[in-house]
């Protein structure tokens, strides 16, 4: 495994047993990690139906990370009925460093980012327009073009920590 992608679901605090189709990691309001239906090695090589296609045009040796929330999301002050729960995100951040130490992935701008950023990069891809992460409802100081490096510089603390026991 090569990337790691980080996204919201765009649905409620749980996860579906759809939107487990389509993440390898869904994380709840509780900070509860739930497996997808695939596991990340099957995304080494992406075969029809027998992957997590979670992100249009980057699945191969990606690793789609999920939190579950954000239905409803309309821009910063109307962020709908379900926004990110700190404790989420933070567990989100610990699952994508531990994810790293294991993968030995790189945290940079092109192994570790978010939906938005990988269309913003990608124009000709289906992930072009794709919202996720451009709020962190727990951190609403984090603009929308900082929001992917805000991301990888929590994975970078814990990682470090993490490798620091």
Known sequence: ??????????????????????????????????????????????????????????????????????????????????????????????LCAELSIKYKIDITPNTVFTHYEFGRRNPSSTSKGKIDIIFIPPYPWVGEEDAGNFIRSKIKWYKNNITKK
């Not at 997808?36 to 690793?63: L, Q, R, S, W």
């Open 1 to 94: 495994m090569k990337k790691i992608v980080i996204h919201w679901s765009a649905g409620g605090y749980y996860p579906s047993a759809y939107e487990k189709e389509f993440y390898h990691f869904l994380i709840d309001k509780d900070g509860k990690i739930y497996n997808g239906k695939f596991a990340p090695e099957n995304n080494e090589v992406c075969k029809m139906g027998k992957y997590a296609a979670h992100t249009g045009g980057g699945n191969t040796g990606a690793i789609g990370v999920c939190m579950c929330a954000m239905a409803g999301f309309k821009n910063k002050n109307n962020v709908g009925n379900y926004p990110i729960k700190k404790i989420q995100f933070e567990a989100c951040m610990k």
